[in-house]
């Protein structure tokens, strides 16, 4: 199994994580933690303690660009650039037009956008894209780019532009949250495991009430994937893990 998006530094889980990781590595082949810019510090500690199993994507969040001054997000650019060889990738990275509805903030939000692409590019790393509400954005501006590996993570957008994304050759990474979406049952059952993922959001998303989520809990979403395709556990593991390793580690 793997967990090709999680926060690990983030309240609720870093204060359990080596436990949950030490549980994680009985099961998991790996996890990627995406660092938000309150604890790059404290994601590539985390990363560099557990080496080999636990690897790092560091990326401007937008909701974090609306809160935030010119200076401190050059900042986090630059730190991104200076620890290019301790990440796998450049994320989560994009556009929520659910929580960022003013204009001239999203309009913001796409200059920074355009330039973690272009770190992304410079270091030729794979892109984690956050596209909450603004899902055809985002696909619109990737794909003016030629990037090979990209994440839509958490997807919650259409079917139709989920087969786009597929068409381009990118990824989709299902959470946990899959029980409840209509959208991405559809997208589980019926598209090509070549470009599926396994994603868990944690500490977000828990299918279990009253706990914080954890990288593990991918089992779930891997549960449900074999019901609705009537297939292996196994075979459907396999998959998913060939296209992390082959995005991230490869």
């Known amino acids: 199994m793997i967990d090709a998006h999680c926060h690990l530094a983030f309240k609720g889980l870093v204060e359990i994580v080596d436990e949950v990781l030490n549980e994680a590595k009985n099961s998991m082949k790996f996890v990627v933690t995406s660092g938000l810019t309150r604890d790059y510090e404290k994601t590539l500690e985390i990363a560099k303690k557990n080496e080999g199993f636990v690897f790092t994507s560091l990326g401007v969040h937008p909701e974090d660009i609306v809160e935030m001054n010119d200076n401190d997000i050059?900042?986090?650019?630059?730190?991104?650039?200076?620890?290019?060889?301790?990440?796998?990738?450049?994320?989560?990275?994009g556009l929520d037009y659910k929580w960022v509805q003013n204009e001239k903030q999203n309009e913001k939000c796409k200059k920074i956008f355009e330039k973690s692409l272009d770190i992304a590019e410079e270091f030729n790393m794979p892109i984690v894209l956050h596209s909450r509400k603004a899902e055809e954005d985002v696909f619109d501006i990737v794909s003016q780019r030629k990037f090979r590996n990209v994440v839509f993570h958490h997807y919650s957008g259409n079917v139709t532009l989920a087969q786009k994304i597929i068409e381009k050759g990118y990824y989709i990474s299902i959470p946990t949250t899959i029980a409840t979406s209509k959208n991405l049952r559809?997208?589980?059952?019926?598209?090509?495991l070549q470009h599926l993922l396994t994603e868990t959001d944690s500490p977000f998303n828990s299918p279990i009430e009253?706990?914080?989520?954890?990288?593990q809990n991918v089992s779930y979403t891997l549960k449900l994937l074999?019901?609705?395709?009537?297939?292996?556990?196994?075979?459907?593991?396999h998959s998913i893990d060939e296209n992390g390793t082959k995005i991230f580690i490869s």
């Open 186 to 192: 559809k997208i589980g059952k019926s598209f090509n």
């Open 226 to 237: 074999s019901e609705l395709r009537n297939e292996p556990i196994s075979k459907i593991e």
């Open 210 to 215: 009253g706990k914080p989520n954890v990288p």
């Open 74 to 93: 050059q900042k986090s650019l630059d730190f991104i650039q200076n620890n290019a060889d301790n990440i796998v990738a450049v994320g989560e990275i």
